[in-house]
C-alpha cells in the first residue's frame, strides 16, 4: 500500500456521531493516510449508514439475525479482506468482537469509548448509560478514550485520552454532548490517522500499542501544536470504576446491562427496593427452535417452564423444569430460582438441613457441549440473597468450578447473573462477579424496561415477582402473549 493509503473500515451501530467525525476530517484531509473505505453496521437501521452513503462509502449491514456467531465473523472478515481493510475503528459499535475477530486483526482495532478508562468502562458501560453513571457517580471530571481492542471489553491498551469537566447542572444529555464535541471528534481522526502512518510506516506489534498521550508517560509524537493541544489530558488517577463503591447512585438499572446484548442466555435477578421490597426476575432466551418453544406456567408457589407447543419438543431434558420455588428456611419463606432442575436440588438439600451452596454442590453444569451450560441458582431472603454458577473451565468440559455470591440486603440494589455474556457460535460463559444493578421498588415498570430491553429476536419468556408493602405482585412477558403466565 505504502504510504499513500490506509484503508480503514468503521464499525456502527448507532447514529454515527463519531462516523461523521472522520468522514469530515477526511474531506479536509486530515485523516491521511488512513481512508474510510467500508462501514460495516450491525443493524440495520442504523442512521450512521445513511451517512456513509451520503459520502459515498461502501457499506455492510451485517445483524445478528442474518449470521450468528462464526457466521457473523466470517461474512464481515472476507468483506474486509475484499475491501483491502488494515485498520478497524469501531464507533459506537454495540458488538462485542469474538477472540477470532480480534486475532485476525491484531492490534489494528482502535475503539473509542465516552470515559476515562478504567473508569466507567466493560459491560454495561455504553452512550448515555456512561453518562449517567459519571453524574450518579459525582465525579468532576470525564472524557473519551481512544484504546486498542483486545478480548477484554475495554480492556484493551490506551492510546489517547483527553479530559472533560463536569458541570454542576450537567444532565446525562448535555454532558454527553461536550464529551463528544470536546473530546471524541477531535481524539478519533487524530488517533485513526496516527495509527494510519504507523501502518504505513511498516510498524508492527506493541509499537503499534504506544500512547500518543503524555500522561501515559512516555513522549508524544511529533504533531502539529493544534493536534498536540488537543491531547492535553486532565489527570484520572483519582477517578475509580463506578462498579466499585457501595452507594445506590453507583448502580444503572438492570435493562442498561442487557441492552444491546444479542443473548445473554438464562438470566437471574435479584433484589431489595429501598421500601422493604423484595424482587425476584427470571428470563429465558432461546436459539434453537427446541429452546424457543418455551411458556411459564405457574402453579401454586411455584413457577415451571414447559413446551408451547408440546408436538414440537424434540428434547425436554435441558429444558423443561420447576425454576422457581418458597420453601421455608428457619421459619422464613425463601425464593429458590434456577436455570435448571436444580431448584429440586436445593430445595431436597434444604428439607435435609443442608445449605444452599452444600446441596448445590451435589450438580455439576449442563452437558451440552460444546457450550456446556451453566447452572445458574438464587436464594432470595428478606435481609441477604445468594447467587451462584456452575461452569466448565475447559472447552472439552472435563472440569468445573463452583462460584458462589452472597449479599447482605442493600436497599434499592440488586444483583444480576446470566448463563452467557453474548451470542458467538460456542456461546462464552458468564465471568466474574453477578452485575449489580438499580431497584426503584416498581415491579412492573422494572418488567417492562427488562423485557423491551432484551434483544426481540431471542427473547422467549419473562417472570418477575414482587413482594411489598402492596403485597405479592406477579409479571410475565412471553414472546407468544404477553400478559398473564398461563
Given at each position: 500500500?505504502g504510504?499513500?493509503?490506509?484503508?480503514v473500515a468503521?464499525?456502527v451501530s448507532?447514529g454515527g456521531?463519531?462516523?461523521?467525525?472522520l468522514?469530515?476530517a477526511?474531506?479536509?484531509?486530515?485523516l491521511?493516510p488512513a481512508?474510510i473505505?467500508?462501514v460495516?453496521?450491525?443493524?440495520?437501521?442504523?442512521?450512521a449508514?445513511a451517512?456513509a452513503?451520503?459520502?459515498?462509502i461502501?457499506?455492510?449491514?451485517a445483524?445478528?439475525?442474518d449470521?450468528?456467531?462464526?457466521?457473523?465473523d466470517?461474512r464481515v472478515?472476507?468483506a474486509l479482506?475484499?475491501a483491502q481493510?488494515e485498520?478497524?475503528?469501531l464507533a459506537?459499535?454495540?458488538?462485542?468482537?469474538?477472540h477470532?475477530f480480534?486475532?485476525a486483526?491484531?492490534?489494528?482495532?482502535l475503539n473509542?469509548h465516552?470515559?476515562?478508562l478504567?473508569?466507567?468502562?466493560g459491560?454495561?458501560?455504553?452512550?448515555?448509560?456512561?453518562?449517567?453513571?459519571?453524574?450518579?457517580?459525582?465525579?468532576?471530571v470525564t472524557?473519551a478514550t481512544?484504546?486498542?481492542v483486545?478480548?477484554e471489553?475495554?480492556?484493551?491498551?490506551?492510546?489517547?485520552?483527553?479530559?472533560?469537566?463536569?458541570?454542576?447542572?450537567d444532565?446525562?444529555?448535555?454532558?454527553?454532548?461536550?464529551v463528544?464535541?470536546?473530546?471524541?471528534w477531535?481524539l478519533?481522526?487524530?488517533?485513526?490517522a496516527t495509527?494510519?502512518r504507523?501502518?504505513?510506516?511498516?510498524?508492527?506489534g506493541?509499537?503499534?500499542?504506544?500512547?500518543?498521550d503524555p500522561?501515559?508517560r512516555?513522549?508524544?509524537?511529533?504533531?502539529?501544536e493544534?493536534?498536540?493541544?488537543a491531547?492535553?489530558t486532565?489527570?484520572v488517577?483519582d477517578?475509580t470504576p463506578?462498579?466499585?463503591?457501595t452507594?445506590?447512585g453507583?448502580?444503572?438499572?438492570l435493562?442498561?446491562l442487557?441492552?444491546?446484548n444479542?443473548y445473554?442466555?438464562?438470566?437471574?435477578?435479584?433484589?431489595?427496593g429501598?421500601?422493604?421490597e423484595t424482587?425476584?426476575?427470571?428470563?429465558?432466551?432461546?436459539?434453537?427452535?427446541?429452546?424457543?418453544?418455551?411458556?411459564?406456567?405457574?402453579?401454586?408457589?411455584?413457577?415451571?417452564?414447559?413446551a408451547?407447543?408440546?408436538?414440537l419438543?424434540?428434547?425436554p431434558s435441558?429444558?423443561?423444569y420447576r425454576?422457581?420455588?418458597?420453601?421455608t428456611?428457619?421459619g422464613?419463606?425463601?425464593?429458590?430460582v434456577?436455570?435448571?432442575?436444580?431448584t429440586?436440588?436445593?430445595?431436597?438439600?434444604?428439607?435435609?438441613g443442608?445449605s444452599?451452596?452444600?446441596?448445590?454442590?451435589?450438580?455439576?453444569?449442563?452437558?451440552?457441549?460444546?457450550?456446556f451450560t451453566?447452572r445458574?441458582s438464587?436464594?432470595l431472603?428478606?435481609?441477604?440473597l445468594?447467587l451462584?454458577i456452575?461452569?466448565?473451565l475447559?472447552?472439552?468440559g472435563?472440569?468445573?468450578?463452583y462460584?458462589?455470591?452472597g449479599?447482605?440486603a442493600?436497599?434499592?440494589i440488586g444483583?444480576?447473573?446470566s448463563?452467557?455474556q453474548?451470542d458467538?457460535?460456542?456461546?462464552?460463559?458468564?465471568s466474574g462477579?453477578?452485575?449489580?444493578?438499580?431497584?426503584?421498588g416498581?415491579?412492573?415498570?422494572?418488567t417492562?424496561?427488562?423485557w423491551?430491553?432484551?434483544d426481540a429476536?431471542?427473547?422467549?419468556?419473562?417472570?418477575?415477582e414482587s413482594t411489598?408493602?402492596?403485597?405479592?405482585?406477579?409479571?410475565?412477558?412471553s414472546?407468544?402473549?404477553?400478559?398473564?403466565?398461563?
Open positions: 500500500m504510504a499513500q493509503r490506509v484503508p468503521v464499525f448507532g456521531t463519531n462516523l461523521q467525525a468522514i469530515d477526511q474531506t479536509r484531509g486530515a491521511t481512508e473505505v467500508l460495516v453496521s450491525d443493524r440495520a437501521d442504523a442512521y449508514l451517512r452513503q451520503k459520502a459515498g461502501p457499506t455492510l449491514t445483524t445478528s439475525q449470521a450468528r456467531g462464526d457466521a457473523w466470517t472478515l472476507d479482506r475484499d481493510v485498520l478497524i475503528v459506537g459499535f454495540l458488538r462485542v468482537l469474538s477470532r480480534v486475532d486483526y491484531p492490534s489494528r482495532i473509542i465516552p470515559a476515562l478504567p473508569a466507567f468502562g459491560r454495561g458501560y455504553y452512550g448515555l448509560h456512561v453518562h449517567e453513571a459519571v453524574l450518579a457517580h459525582g465525579v468532576q472524557g481512544v484504546h486498542i483486545n478480548e471489553p475495554d480492556g484493551g491498551p490506551i492510546v489517547a485520552q483527553k479530559g472533560v469537566r463536569v458541570l454542576p447542572d444532565t446525562p444529555e448535555v454532558l454527553q454532548r461536550r463528544m464535541e470536546e473530546a471524541e477531535v478519533l481522526p487524530l488517533v485513526t495509527m494510519a504507523r501502518i504505513a510506516d511498516g510498524v508492527t506493541e509499537a503499534l500499542q504506544k500512547p500518543l500522561a501515559c512516555v513522549l508524544s509524537l511529533d504533531l502539529p493544534a493536534m498536540d493541544e491531547l492535553s486532565l489527570p488517577q477517578i463506578a462498579q466499585s463503591g452507594q445506590v453507583d448502580a444503572v438499572p435493562w442498561n442487557v441492552t444491546g444479542p445473554p442466555g438464562r438470566g437471574i435477578a435479584l433484589a431489595h429501598p421500601h422493604g424482587l425476584v426476575a427470571y428470563f429465558i432466551m432461546g436459539r434453537s427452535a427446541n429452546s424457543r418453544n418455551r411458556v411459564f406456567r405457574l402453579a401454586g408457589d411455584d413457577l415451571y417452564t414447559e408451547h407447543d408440546p408436538a419438543v424434540e428434547d435441558l429444558i423443561i425454576a422457581l420455588s418458597h420453601p428456611v428457619d422464613e419463606r425463601v425464593t429458590v434456577t436455570n435448571g432442575d436444580q429440586d436440588t436445593i430445595l431436597d438439600g434444604l428439607s435435609q443442608l444452599f451452596d452444600d446441596a448445590l454442590k451435589t450438580r455439576r453444569f449442563e452437558p451440552d457441549g460444546p457450550h451453566p445458574i438464587g436464594l431472603q428478606k435481609d441477604a445468594k451462584s456452575w461452569k466448565a475447559d472447552g472439552a472435563e472440569k468445573a468450578g462460584f458462589s455470591f449479599y447482605e442493600q436497599p434499592g444483583y444480576f447473573i448463563t452467557y453474548t458467538d457460535a460456542v456461546l462464552p460463559t458468564f462477579e453477578p452485575l449489580r444493578f438499580a431497584f426503584d416498581d415491579a412492573h415498570a422494572f417492562e424496561h427488562l423491551d430491553a432484551l429476536e431471542n427473547r422467549i419468556a419473562l417472570y418477575v411489598g408493602p402492596q403485597g405479592e405482585i406477579h409479571e410475565s412477558r414472546r407468544f402473549a404477553d400478559g398473564a403466565v398461563l
